[in-house]
């Protein structure tokens, strides 16, 4: 069983992009924490990616000898020029290796990219208030809980809440970043 911290998080590449796909489809298929109900082509994942990195985001893999063990990216909480300090985590875990540190490493390389970047808060947003590894995970990664969205969204025939759990990043809300406009 792997612990918490040794699997490293690094950059993803053009060539992990099937294996993200797949982890992602078993999700959209069989979980509730994303209210996606068909999964995206990989040529759909593929855009996403470059999407991503082109406006300066950033997605992540864990990896060993077996392929990627799950992804996970930072981007935009909300187009609106106020938000542009602020950006939102979605990590995916491959089903056979939950529960063994990978989904933590992730969220914490993430943490750090986005506090080097010079953002100043992260929100998850959890799809399935039930989603206790996702929700534990966040918790113990300094994210707080701000909230829930009752009934959300529906998605194998229930409706679903939504968690909203937020970390501030760097100096948080200590000050004003320089070049803020708005």
Known sequence: MRKTGETAAEP???ADLADIAAIYAHHVLTGTGTFEA???????????HAAGIAAGYC???????TGVLGFGYYGAFRPRTGYRWTVEDSVYV????RGQGVGRSLVDALVGRAEAAGFRQMFALIGDSENAGSIG???ALGFAHAGV????GLKFGRWLDVVI?????GRGNADVPDGWLG
């Open 12 to 14: 993803a590449r053009d």
């Open 94 to 97: 491959r089903d056979d290796v």
């Open 38 to 48: 068909v999964p995206p082509s990989i040529e759909e994942m593929q855009a996403r």
């Open 165 to 169: 759990m937020q970390r501030s990043l």
């Open 59 to 65: 997605w992540l893999v864990a990896r060993d000898a």
């Open 137 to 139: 995970t966040h918790a």
């Open 149 to 152: 969205m009752r009934a959300a």
